[in-house]
């Protein structure tokens, strides 16, 4: 057998593992005793329109049809909906020639990611990350090399990019709502990191791609605006995920966009093409590529995650911990009260708040709280919160 496949699958990501860990405490002691905080799982339910839209494609649509296989990139008219949608809301060039309809976000990075590496080249990630980014890159023959962020602020640190960029630099990926710090990169960030790369391509004389992750792009508080990365950079491909916005994370469904603007732009989409062949994933789900088409400019009700952040946020810097307050997604990335973030979130367990070490995501000493959750939950968690501090000897207001 494949011996790197035997250790993908003995020992499931972190996250997995403390959400099957929740599972079975919550059989043994009852769900009220347990605060799972760990995976990133929408607790808001779909915007009417999609059932509305699933409904009549069912009474509608002739079967054989709605359920048979697309074209291997996706459904042409579905393409072109997400196409237009992109022109009228971001002010960019976009073709349906230059999407193609994936098995969301994992797929599109994973396609993405083996449509631009070669054998020994380096994918660039900024800390922290979202975890599985190492078996993406791996998966297409390169390494992932991470690199730290202002400490402060969660943004991109260009002078260290700026170091760590090689000729073996194939692509940076870059994921904005964050996972898990939940900062959104300013305009300022996204600049520097455009006119640095475009210098570092002429450098090199090799392509660096900037591969965005936007499965969290719709959900922002407070008017805060997301830069779109083809707009500043023309070597950008785009990969979307539909799980958080119409909160539908298990039906699987999102695109990647090949900006029209990349150097040898077709030529890039016919790779990605050919890795979703050779990875299998091709023709993504019909009835959901159907639906998805409807429903271009449609969110779930965020302000519920606006809120959790909210009463979230301020009672655990009031308990004595210490965060940046996001600006988008559902997470909170907070310091551990030690430096074993492990340890920490064993402790946590005694209260039965299930919390990820942010070890995995590139950032030792943090942990990552996932908000997605009931507000009726976050109310109930606090005393427990409160006296997990109380253990470290944190004074609270």
Same mark, same amino acid.
């Given at each position: 057998?494949?011996?790197?496949?035997?250790?993908?699958?003995?020992?499931?990501?972190?996250?997995?593992?403390?959400?099957?860990?929740?599972?079975?405490?919550?059989?043994?002691?009852?769900?009220?005793?347990?605060?799972?905080?760990?995976?990133?799982?929408?607790?808001?339910?779909?915007?009417?329109?999609?059932?509305?839209?699933?409904?009549?494609?069912?009474?509608?649509?002739?079967?054989? !049809?709605?359920?048979?296989?697309?074209?291997?990139?996706?459904?042409?008219?579905?393409?072109?909906?997400?196409?237009?949608?992109?022109?009228?809301?971001?002010?960019?060039?976009?073709?349906?020639?230059?999407?193609?309809?994936?098995?969301?976000?994992?797929?599109?990075?994973?396609?993405?990611?083996?449509?631009?590496?070669?054998?020994?080249?380096?994918?660039?990630?900024?800390?922290?990350?979202?975890?599985?980014?190492?078996?993406?890159?791996?998966?297409?023959? !390169?390494?992932?090399?991470?690199? !730290?962020?202002?400490?402060?602020?969660?943004?991109?640190?260009?002078?260290?990019?700026?170091?760590?960029?090689?000729?073996?630099?194939?692509?940076?990926?870059?994921?904005?709502?964050?996972?898990?710090?939940?900062?959104?990169?300013?305009?300022?960030?996204?600049?520097?990191?455009?006119?640095?790369?475009?210098?570092?391509?002429?450098? =090199?004389?090799?392509?660096?791609?900037?591969?965005?992750?936007?499965?969290?792009?719709?959900?922002?508080?407070?008017?805060?605006?997301?830069?779109?990365?083809?707009?500043?950079?023309?070597?950008?491909?785009?990969?979307?995920?539909?799980?958080?916005?119409?909160?539908?994370?298990?039906?699987?469904?999102?695109?990647?966009?090949?900006?029209?603007?990349?150097?040898?732009?077709?030529?890039? =989409?016919?790779?990605?093409?050919?890795?979703?062949?050779?990875?299998?994933?091709?023709?993504?789900?019909?009835?959901?590529?159907?639906?998805?088409?409807?429903?271009?400019?449609?969110?779930?009700?965020?302000?519920?995650?606006?809120?959790?952040?909210?009463?979230?946020?301020?009672?655990?810097?009031?308990?004595? =911990?210490?965060?940046?307050?996001?600006?988008?997604?559902?997470?909170?990335?907070?310091?551990?009260?030690?430096?074993?973030?492990?340890?920490?979130?064993?402790?946590?367990?005694?209260?039965?708040?299930?919390?990820?070490?942010?070890?995995?995501?590139?950032?030792?000493? =943090?942990?990552?709280?996932?908000?997605?959750?009931?507000?009726?939950?976050?109310?109930?968690?606090?005393?427990?919160?409160?006296?997990?501090?109380?253990?470290?000897?944190?004074?609270?207001?």
């Amino acid at each position: 057998m494949n011996r790197r496949m035997y250790e993908l699958g003995s020992r499931r990501s972190v996250i997995r593992e403390i959400f099957e860990y929740g599972k079975k405490r919550a059989q043994q002691e009852g769900k009220d005793k347990v605060f799972d905080f760990s995976l990133g799982n929408p607790s808001v339910a779909p915007p009417a329109i999609v059932k509305e839209t699933l409904l009549r494609l069912l009474q509608e649509e002739e079967p054989t !049809a709605l359920h048979g296989y697309t074209s291997a990139q996706g459904d042409l008219a579905v393409r072109r909906a997400i196409a237009a949608y992109i022109e009228k809301t971001q002010g960019v060039e976009a073709d349906a020639d230059y999407i193609y309809m994936t098995c969301g976000a994992a797929a599109s990075l994973t396609i993405s990611l083996s449509a631009i590496c070669n054998a020994g080249d380096e994918v660039i990630a900024f800390a922290p990350y979202f975890t599985e980014y190492k078996v993406f890159a791996e998966t297409a023959g !390169a390494r992932l090399v991470p690199l !730290a962020s202002d400490p402060e602020t969660f943004q991109i640190d260009v002078s260290l990019l700026e170091k760590a960029i090689s000729a073996d630099t194939a692509a940076v990926i870059v994921n904005s709502p964050n996972n898990p710090s939940g900062v959104v990169y300013s305009e300022e960030t996204v600049g520097k990191l455009a006119a640095l790369l475009d210098k570092k391509s002429r450098e =090199y004389g090799r392509t660096i791609y900037i591969v965005t992750d936007e499965p969290y792009r719709e959900l922002v508080y407070g008017g805060v605006k997301v830069p779109y990365l083809t707009k500043y950079y023309k070597n950008t491909v785009v990969c979307y995920s539909y799980s958080k916005s119409l909160s539908l994370p298990g039906e699987r469904i999102g695109y990647i966009f090949v900006s029209p603007q990349a150097e040898n732009a077709k030529e890039l =989409y016919l790779a990605v093409c050919g890795a979703g062949r050779a990875l299998g994933y091709v023709c993504a789900p019909s009835l959901f590529q159907k639906t998805i088409a409807a429903c271009q400019g449609v969110t779930a009700d965020v302000s519920v995650y606006e809120k959790n952040r909210d009463l979230l946020a301020d009672a655990l810097r009031s308990y004595g =911990y210490r965060l940046v307050k996001p600006d988008g997604a559902f997470y909170l990335f907070v310091r551990a009260l030690e430096e074993d973030a492990y340890a920490f979130c064993e402790r946590a367990k005694r209260y039965g708040l299930l919390l990820v070490p942010g070890d995995d995501f590139g950032c030792a000493g =943090y942990v990552r709280i996932a908000y997605c959750v009931s507000p009726d939950m976050i109310s109930r968690s606090l005393p427990y919160f409160k006296k997990l501090a109380e253990d470290y000897g944190k004074s609270i207001d």
